[in-house]
């Protein structure tokens, strides 16, 4: 877990950005920042010009709670994925994982899972695995006439997982390089206009490489 950077000049007038973690302190040339902004903000607090932080503090995030299911039949027959838009039903989307990857790959179980993003006022951020069960099993009776077991289920709870592009983004968006001389980002804000993807992060990684390449003349 990254705890703190710090950056300055060293003896041989080069910038190094120092990197404090639970494990002891690093010194690398260049740092890359993949983390959400939010994390990036709380530990380079200290590192980065006052008026760049006021507005990348101006980005929101949603964090993401998923709740994955393992059951021996599939809780949706056909569907793979399910956005729920109605108010009165408390689940934002059911995936069944195994209506899309064979259930050979899941040792012959189905896996479904649920997914909310959410603020952390939200009482999900809150909630146990078994509350969240509790909370979507009568639902999930009415969508898909659900009445067997559940041989397992595994709650995961992402902060900051989904930027919130409104209107003001594009204004405080980070771009690549940073006030800090070798100090890059490459995280899910760039991914902006698109959703942010796995794609995107694998291309986002391959961009800011080749960046550095041309402005460092490897
Ligand atoms: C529920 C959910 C479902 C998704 N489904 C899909 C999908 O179906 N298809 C798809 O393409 N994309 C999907 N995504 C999006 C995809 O996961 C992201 O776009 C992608 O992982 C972004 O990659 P990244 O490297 O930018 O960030 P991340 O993968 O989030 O990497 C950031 C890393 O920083 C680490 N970190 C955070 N804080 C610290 C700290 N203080 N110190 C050290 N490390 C820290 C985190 O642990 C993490 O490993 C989904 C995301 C979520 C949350």
């Not at 999930?140 to 289920?153: T, V």
């Not at 980002?185 to 490489?209: E, Q, S």
């Amino acid at each position: 877990m990254i705890g703190d950077f710090t950056h300055g000049d060293k003896s041989n007038q080069q910038e190094e950005s120092s990197l404090s973690t639970e494990v002891g302190e690093n010194e690398f040339d260049m740092v890359i920042s993949t983390l959400p902004t939010p994390i990036l903000i709380k530990i380079g607090k200290n590192l980065f010009p006052a008026d760049y932080l006021s507005k990348l503090k101006k980005i929101k995030y949603l964090h993401a709670v998923s709740l994955i299911l393992e059951t021996n039949q599939p809780i949706l027959q056909k569907t793979y994925w399910l956005n729920i838009v109605a108010p009165e039903i408390p689940i934002m989307g059911i995936f069944q994982q195994t209506n899309f990857v064979n259930k050979r790959h899941y040792g012959g179980r189905h896996i479904c899972y649920f997914g909310w993003y959410v603020d952390e006022k939200d009482k999900l951020w809150q909630m146990s695995g078994e509350e969240i069960l509790d909370l979507v099993k009568p639902y999930l009776k009415a969508i898909s006439n659900f009445q067997f077991p559940i041989s397992n289920y595994y709650l995961f709870k992402s902060p900051f997982a989904q930027p919130i592009f409104d209107k003001d983004f594009i204004k405080n968006k980070p771009d690549f390089e940073t006030p800090l001389k070798n100090f890059y980002i490459a995280n899910l804000d760039m991914t902006y206009p698109f959703d942010r993807g796995t794609n995107y992060a694998v291309k986002l990684g391959k961009t800011v490489v080749e960046l550095i390449h041309e402005k460092k003349g490897f």
